[in-house]
């Protein structure tokens, strides 16, 4: 399944998607994400983020083609 039905079903069916993005410094940043709106012109989505490594939770803007690995958060 692609990264974004992964997205589209997660926003379909009100879920948390686990998402291992790659940060401006090249690094990978792994977050549990909300998608609140999407703007498919910019490819950018505007979500609600956990950053797991620092448990800080975060409104985010962040963009499609940076995330690297996306899963559906069940239960």
């Given at each position: 399944?692609?990264?974004?039905?992964?997205?589209f079903?997660?926003?379909?069916?009100?879920?948390?998607?686990?998402?291992?993005?790659?940060?401006?410094?090249?690094?990978?940043?792994?977050?549990?994400?909300?998608?609140?709106?999407?703007?498919?012109q910019?490819?950018?989505?505007?979500?609600?983020?956990?950053?797991?490594?620092?448990?800080?939770?975060?409104?985010?803007?962040?963009?499609?083609?940076?995330?690297?690995?996306a899963?559906?958060?069940?239960?």
């Amino acid at each position: 399944m692609s990264i974004a039905s992964k997205i589209f079903r997660a926003i379909h069916e009100g879920k948390w998607l686990s998402i291992e993005y790659l940060n401006v410094n090249g690094g990978n940043t792994f977050y549990w994400i909300c998608v609140q709106d999407l703007f498919p012109q910019s490819r950018k989505l505007q979500v609600k983020g956990l950053k797991l490594n620092t448990h800080e939770m975060a409104s985010l803007d962040i963009f499609f083609n940076r995330i690297q690995r996306a899963e559906v958060l069940e239960g």
